[in-house]
């Protein structure tokens, strides 16, 4: 995890590579340690998935926090029932937003988390983003605001903040900030790196690659498929993002991607295509660090071999399935479900062939 203090700190070992900041694993549990004057804190066991995890840090930092801080808002927020309905994945989103945010320190020393609520403005959210922006991550400095924004909407209607003088807070400090500019991802994963990748994968890597290329699926996608979205016609697709859903039909292909994910062991009775050890859902931010761990493996090999490399996301296999449609078609369809053309064209990543003028 990236920080943001001037100080180099060690290098961490590979067991607590994937964990939080201050936050190990000894003598086969998962405990919190800010610094060498406290007692380490035990979160929960060693073999605890990082869902459980996160949860367990967000619970005990809520109990820590000190009132009218922002840390102490954020906290409230995150125990709330408000954000206790959002789906799991956008929770898990939340949370390292959350992390982010109040660890993030100014050049005063203090930590983001650490001021009082009054003290937040605009121009403080302003000098957040740009500070992200500084340290090569404006992308997540926008998203990180749009938490900012929820937990004081929250918080607004609620009259939970109160200014220096004592009076209630009405207005969003992160409302009509502009955000950092984003420049449209333009990756575009050939034949070529996708199969580098797919000969590397295991477990249910390989069919997650295959069911979000073919079936044009942001990860989360296939990682709902049920049986019962498996009809004579094809695979139904519950999009997410606003997208309308569909029905995508079968290919010689995606029947094998589906038998491939159905045949992967343990074989108990299974809620999903893609299934865990007990044939339940497999989390969505367990998926991100694997494919993560997939991906530096592909790097490493590729160095020493001297074979050139990119990595990429899930969400560029997407991007692959439209553009390769679209490339080969010479059309476009609804395939993602996308509500405008604007919105499909976006994911095209493919360069157009066009005739010569004259």
Not at 190 to 212: F, H, I, K, S, W
Not at 293 to 321: I, P, Y
Request: aromatic letters at 8%; hydrophobic letters at 35%; charged letters at 30%.
């Amino acid at each position: 995890m990236k920080t943001t203090s001037s100080k180099v700190g060690r290098k961490r070992s590979k067991k607590n590579s994937h964990l939080p900041r201050h936050v190990y694993i000894d003598h086969g549990q998962v405990v919190y340690r800010p610094n060498r004057c406290e007692p380490p804190v035990r979160l929960c066991a060693a073999d605890a998935p990082i869902e459980v995890i996160l949860r367990a840090l967000a619970d005990h930092l809520a109990t820590r926090a000190s009132k009218h801080t922002l840390r102490w808002l954020c906290d409230k927020y995150l125990k709330s029932p408000k954000f206790k309905a959002l789906a799991g994945e956008t929770q898990d989103q939340y949370l390292k937003n959350y992390r982010q945010v109040i660890g993030t320190r100014f050049k005063s020393g203090k930590s983001f988390g650490d001021r009082d609520v009054a003290s937040i403005t605009k121009g403080l959210i302003r000098k957040y983003l740009d500070k992200r922006a500084n340290d090569g991550a404006p992308i997540a400095g926008n998203r990180e605001k749009a938490f900012l924004s929820a937990v004081f909407s929250w918080a607004i209607e609620r009259d939970m903040v109160r200014d220096a003088k004592g009076q209630l807070i009405t207005a969003n400090p992160c409302h009509k900030v502009a955000r950092n500019r984003e420049v449209p991802r333009d990756r575009y994963v050939t034949d070529e790196e996708y199969a580098y990748v797919y000969q590397r994968a295991r477990g249910y890597l390989r069919p997650l690659m295959e069911l979000c290329y073919l079936l044009y699926g942001r990860i989360s996608e296939p990682l709902d498929l049920t049986p019962a979205d498996l009809t004579e016609a094809g695979i139904i697709v519950d999009r997410r993002k606003g997208s309308k859903d569909n029905l995508v039909r079968w290919s010689d292909r995606l029947r094998a991607a589906v038998r491939a994910a159905q045949a992967i062991p343990p074989q108990v009775p299974q809620k999903y295509v893609l299934h865990g050890r007990k044939g339940g859902r497999i989390p969505t931010s367990t998926v991100q660090t694997a494919w993560w761990r997939l991906m530096n493996q592909c790097a490493e090999e590729a160095k020493e071999a001297g074979v050139s490399f990119e990595k990429f996301t899930t969400h560029d296999l997407k991007a692959k399935g439209i553009s390769d449609f679209i490339d080969r078609k010479g059309d476009t369809q609804n395939s993602a479900g996308h509500k405008s053309e604007e919105v499909r064209q976006r994911y095209n990543r493919t360069r157009d062939a066009v005739d010569p003028a004259g």
